[in-house]
């Protein structure tokens, strides 16, 4: 069995079961915000602070946001590994696709962090 260091889970199975939960959590989140934009016709800021200030709210946020980035990782993983190799580029793919990976770590972390900074007020 051939494993990739840049890989999130290590395995094929893996990465296919992160990206349906990530992607469930991602249209929980999506029917939840829909649903409660239609239903609250006359949305106020009072409302929405209140809604984003409870525990559970912040933590589905949290969790949301995760979501968006392991399932960015393995998608873009898979597009680059797929993509950019020295079959299809020559002998500089590797470096560029690490160098894009390292670019794809960075992009993450950094709205990770702000989207935490925003949620929980760090």
């Known amino acids: 069995m051939i494993t990739n260091v840049t890989s999130f889970s290590r395995s094929g199975v893996s990465d296919w079961l992160l990206q349906r939960v990530t992607a469930v959590v991602m ?3 999506t029917i939840f915000i829909t649903f409660y934009l239609l ?3 006359n949305l106020e800021y009072s409302q929405w602070v209140a809604l984003n ?3 559970c709210m ?3 946020n949290v969790l949301t946001v995760l979501s968006v980035a392991i399932h960015a990782w393995i998608g873009l993983w898979a597009v680059l590994t797929d ?3 020295v079959r299809l580029l020559g002998p500089k793919a590797t470096p ?3 160098f894009l990976q390292l670019g794809m770590i960075a992009v993450t972390l950094v ?5 935490l900074d925003i949620v929980w007020g760090i």
């Open 111 to 115: 709205y990770v962090i702000w989207a």
């Open 53 to 55: 200030s409870h525990f």
């Open 83 to 85: 993509y950019v190799t």
């Open 39 to 41: 239903f609250t016709p």
């Open 27 to 29: 249209a929980a989140y």
């Open 96 to 98: 560029l696709r690490i």
């Open 58 to 60: 912040k933590t589905f």
